[in-house]
């Protein structure tokens, strides 16, 4: 598994070409070997992306993609994943009009096709997580009427080749649910992660540096060498000090771990 960062952790130091390519260097600097493009400038186009990553030894791995995109310009997106060299095409969230019992379903209908056309073209549209994806309801339409967790219609609306999962590890901890055996629940479908932890002050839990709050990472890395993930992804939301710090602390916690 190799170590990753992912750019909305300094989505404010990405939006142009100046600061892009400064804030690249920097995180090739602290150790990174890949990243994840999320919230970057509109403008800077996928050769120019690759070739700064190129130069500062990052590779592309995985992007959040605009939901409308992924299902309207699926071919014009699948083309600029090529030109960076990435596999993954990432959703960051569900849009919020299917986040109910009445038309969860039709996020199955809507993005099967997209998902297909994506996996044609040796790729795969991944689906990242936050905290809602886990209250149980049963989806009207949906051929099995039991009540479920989101994400658990989601793992069977699609198949694996065609919808993978970025698990976010604080969101499943936000959710009260175990992430080492969502993990396990979704092992074959977690090549890419989001790792971040959860550490409590007095005004309730905020996001922290990895292993650096109070979520089990040497049971969750653990989980993860059991199963089919090829990049952890660092990710911090909201930082309480530099973006930029959190990160690095981040990956040396991971270093000293044996994960780079």
């Known amino acids: ?24 260097q920097r995180i090739a600097k602290m150790g990174y070997t890949t990243v994840q493009l999320s919230a970057i400038g509109r403008d800077l186009r996928p050769e120019w992306l690759r ?17 409308n995109r992924i299902l309207y310009d699926t071919e014009a997106l699948i083309e600029e994943h090529k030109a960076l060299g990435c596999q993954y095409i990432g959703l960051g969230s569900m849009p919020e009009k299917y986040r ?17 056309k994506i996996a044609h073209a040796g790729m795969l549209l991944m689906y990242h997580n936050h905290n809602f994806e886990f209250q149980k309801f049963t989806a ?6 039991t009540p479920k967790r989101v994400m658990e219609h989601l793992a069977e609306w699609f198949d694996e080749n065609e919808l993978g999962f970025t698990l976010d590890t604080y969101w499943v901890q936000a959710a009260g649910a175990d992430v080492c055996q969502w993990i396990r629940l979704l092992k074959n479908r977690i ?35 059991d ?10 939301d909201i930082c309480q000090t530099s973006p ?13 771990a044996g994960y780079r």
Request: glycine share 4%.
């Open 1 to 24: 598994m190799r170590t990753g960062a992912q750019l909305y952790t300094v989505r404010n130091y990405t939006q142009n070409e100046k600061d892009f390519k400064d804030t690249i």
């Open 100 to 116: 109910s019992p009445e038309w969860l379903y039709h996020f199955a209908r809507d993005y099967m096709e997209p998902a297909r």
């Open 227 to 236: 199963s089919v993930c090829q990049y952890l992804l660092v990710e911090q």
């Open 244 to 256: 930029f710090d959190c990160l690095q602390r981040s990956y040396d916690n991971l270093a000293r």
């Open 51 to 67: 070739s700064v990553c190129d130069e500062a030894g990052l590779s592309i791995v995985l992007t959040h993609s605009d939901s």
């Open 191 to 225: 090549p890419c992660v989001h790792l971040k932890d959860m550490e409590m002050t007095g005004n309730g839990a905020v996001m922290a540096p990895v292993m650096e709050g109070n979520l089990n990472f040497p049971g969750i890395l653990k989980e993860l060498e």
């Open 140 to 145: 009207q339409e949906a051929p099995d009427q």
